[in-house]
């Protein structure tokens, strides 16, 4: 496609509930990133991914968070068990080697 | 870690008129970005500096890298409506996209017709 395509683009989830949220980054893109945006603030890195390898993923918050890029094209983020504090906009975002990163829409979370 | 601080918070312009922004921060990074965010919408990548010292403009916009690697500004000039949004100062310890994005709280800048 054109750009990031992050679906869905909302998503309500009870507490306690799982979540999976999917980024299909740009065509022949190696490098993916997810980042968590709360209400006010700059995004904040999660995860990163070189193809299907994930490289870095320092910035998850919790082992309830867990990422993954099997095939190295299209990515699923997977909240377990959502707790109110996991509220937040999800980016996606992806890069070919050195270029810059493009962002998708993001997926708003909202934890009731 | 690594923590990025921007100044103002907000501000509310007229116009016509210019803008600066500021952001520091309190570890040396390599590269610096400013992004733009609309609402609703993913940031988007206004500019980016890769050497102290670096002064790069793109159109009205002009961003400076500080010679510390501790700091860069964004100023705009003639400012005009659709520039409203939330700007996002952000370094990485890299040169390459491979390393993570740092980003700053943000400046959310309102322009007045």
């Known amino acids: 496609g054109a750009g990031v395509s992050q679906s869905p683009r909302y998503k309500v989830a009870k507490r306690g509930q799982d979540v999976a949220l999917r980024c299909d980054p740009i065509s022949g893109h190696v490098s993916l990133f997810w980042y968590q945006q709360a209400l006010g603030q700059g995004p904040e890195f999660l995860t990163y991914?070189?193809?299907?390898?994930?490289?870095?993923k320092s910035g998850l918050p919790s082992d309830r968070f867990f990422a993954e890029r099997p095939e190295g094209s299209v990515s699923t983020l997977k909240i377990q068990r959502t707790q109110q504090e996991d509220s937040a906009v999800y980016l996606c975002a992806s890069s070919l080697a050195v270029t810059e990163a493009f962002f998708g829409q993001g997926t708003r979370l909202t934890v009731v | 870690g690594q923590q990025l601080n921007q100044s103002p918070q907000s501000m509310f312009i007229q116009e016509g008129e210019d803008v600066s922004m500021n952001c520091t921060s309190s570890s040396i990074f390599n590269t610096w970005l400013w992004y733009k965010q609309d609402p609703g919408e993913g940031p988007v990548l206004l500019i980016a500096l890769y050497k102290a010292g670096e002064l790069t403009s793109n159109g009205r916009l002009t961003a400076q890298f500080g010679i510390t690697r501790k700091d860069s500004f964004l100023n705009i000039s003639a400012s005009i409506p659709s520039d409203v949004g939330i700007y996002f100062c952000a370094g990485q310890l890299g040169k390459t996209s491979y390393d993570k994005v740092i980003f700053g709280p943000g400046t959310s800048l309102s322009v007045i017709p």
């Open positions: 991914f070189q193809n299907e390898a994930q490289l870095d």
